[in-house]
Structures are given as C-alpha cells and as structure tokens.
C-alpha cells in the first residue's frame, strides 16, 4: 500500500515526469520501440507483397473452383442415381402389383 501511494505521487509530479522523459534511457527506450514496430509493419508489408506477386493466392482459387466443380459434379450424379433407384423400385413395385 505505502508503495502505490509513493507510486502515484511520482506518476502525478510534472517536473519528475518530464525528467524522466528527458533522460537517455527512458528516450532510447522509445527510439527502440518505434524502431521494431516499423521495422515490424515493414516486414509485414513486405511479406504480403510477395505473397500478392506469388502465383500462390491463384493456384490457391483455381483449387477452391475445381473442388467446386468436383462437388457440384459429384452433387449431380448422386441425385441422377438416386432418382434412377427410385425408378427402378417404383418399377418393381408396379411389377410386383
């Protein structure tokens, strides 16, 4: 408790905040962060960059249409089969009568 009082009173003087600010630590501190956060998007941007000028996003597309033709064709022979065996019991049935 004695420690968040002393804490607070630090946080709330201006003049030992701006010292605080001022000296080389705490601004080396701040040109590190900056730095590895740009350094960071940088990276990022380059790595997007280079997955848009890679054929992979296409290959990628091309992949996803021919499963959803092989789906749409494996769709409509299942429901041709399936009316067919319909048929053929409805034939049998009508036989059977």
């Known amino acids: 408790?004695?420690?968040?009082?002393?804490?607070?009173?630090?946080?709330?003087n201006e003049?030992?905040?701006q010292k605080l600010a001022?000296?080389?630590p705490v601004?080396?501190?701040a040109q590190l962060t900056?730095?590895?956060?740009?350094?960071?998007?940088?990276?990022?941007e380059d790595g997007v960059e280079k997955l848009r000028q890679s054929d992979v996003v296409n290959r990628v597309q091309q992949e996803a249409q021919?499963?959803?033709?092989r789906a749409s064709?494996?769709?409509?022979?299942?429901?041709r089969e399936l009316q067919?065996?319909?048929?053929?019991?409805?034939?049998?049935i009508k036989k059977d009568r």
Request: proline share 2%; no cysteine; aromatic share 14%.
């Open 66 to 69: 021919q499963s959803g033709q």
């Open 73 to 79: 064709k494996f769709t409509s022979t299942f429901k």
């Open 22 to 24: 001022e000296s080389y």
């Open 1 to 12: 408790m004695p420690l968040r009082v002393l804490l607070r009173y630090l946080m709330n």
């Open 15 to 17: 003049q030992l905040t």
């Open 84 to 92: 067919e065996g319909f048929k053929d019991i409805n034939d049998k």
């Open 27 to 29: 601004r080396r501190a």
């Open 34 to 44: 900056a730095y590895v956060f740009h350094r960071g998007k940088e990276l990022g």
